[in-house]
């Protein structure tokens, strides 16, 4: 999952990867009957870089590898070269603080529904953009507003896919409301997790509260290395679902995703969370996750 805020420049412009190929942003392009294009057949990864150094590589690279064996589609390319496709991508953009985006699709064929027995090509889109990083640090401090919206989307969550549209359009009804985030609840009436990011509750006994893997939800890479390395400060934890009204009345709350471990929530459908300020196991695991990130440097 990926909360980014961009800018668009960089000191030579931009430079995408298409194909084999590194070509001007602007330039950049994939057939008219591309498959990810026409049917949103499609899967894709967020990196962060921070200082330069891809965050979490292999585990995105692990969820990528899944989300293609799970829709049928191979590896655009090795492992191994595709991790050179990143870095280059990287230097070439004079990336330093923001994000790799990288989309498979399973490429460009006449336009059908069902797989096509003789499956094209895989088409490899990677950019780079970088990080607005004084206003991730903003929110970091000072917390978000979030706002609860149906989740609409398909059944099948945990599948990395570029299929978006309910999750734009619940972030554009969040945006639109003053909040930052929007967090989907499903038809029993639990939270799922955020239109971009993962869930998480701190209850009224300390104990910090996610929803549990299933495909419900996106298995979130922060996610997961939060949950490994809290774990070993004997931070408290329980992955089940919770509703919105106990989110409502948690002690804190807070949001991850691969360019943000645990950003406070401070106020939950106009409601505020706890005193309305960044609490001290929001804090903490803000600490651990840096600290976590520093050692693998």
Not at 5 to 24: C, D, F, K, L
Not at 78 to 92: D, G, H, Q, S, W
Not at 115 to 128: D, K
Not at 183 to 210: C, K, P
Request: charged share 25%; net charge positive.
């Amino acid at each position: 999952m990926s909360e980014a805020r961009w800018t668009n420049h960089t000191p030579q412009g931009r430079v995408a990867y298409v194909n084999g190929r590194y070509v001007p942003h602007g330039q950049a392009g994939v057939h008219v009957e591309d498959r990810g294009l026409q049917l949103g057949d499609a899967v894709y990864e967020v990196f962060g870089v921070f200082g330069t150094r891809l965050m979490d590589e292999e585990e995105h690279l692990d969820r990528l590898e899944r989300s293609l064996r799970e829709i049928q589609v191979a590896m655009p390319m090795a492992r191994n070269t595709l991790k050179f496709v990143l870095r280059e991508t990287a230097r070439r953009n004079r990336l330093h603080d923001g994000i790799i985006y990288l989309q498979v699709t399973r490429g460009a064929v006449r336009r059908d529904h069902p797989i096509p027995a003789h499956v094209p090509r895989p088409t490899l889109i990677v950019t780079a953009h970088n990080l607005d990083m004084g206003a991730i640090a903003r929110r970091r401090e000072n917390g978000i507003k979030i706002v609860t919206r149906p989740d609409e989307r398909w059944g099948r969550c945990d599948i990395k896919t570029t299929q978006l549209l309910a999750n734009l359009l619940a972030k554009t009804e969040a945006r639109r409301a003053g909040a930052y985030e929007a967090w989907l609840v499903d038809r029993d009436g639990f939270v799922t997790e955020g239109t971009s990011t993962s869930a998480w509750i701190v209850n009224a006994d300390g104990q910090v509260v996610t929803r549990d893997l299933s495909n419900a939800i996106l298995p979130g890479v922060t996610r997961r290395i939060i949950l490994e390395t809290a774990s070993k400060e004997q931070i408290r934890f329980d992955e089940r679902p919770f509703t919105p009204e106990e989110a409502r009345n948690a002690r804190e709350a807070f949001i991850s995703s691969a360019t943000g471990a645990a950003i406070p929530v401070i106020a939950i459908d106009g409601h505020p969370i706890g005193d309305g300020k960044r609490g001290p196991i929001t804090r903490r695991i803000q600490e651990i996750y840096a600290q976590a990130a520093e050692n693998h440097r």
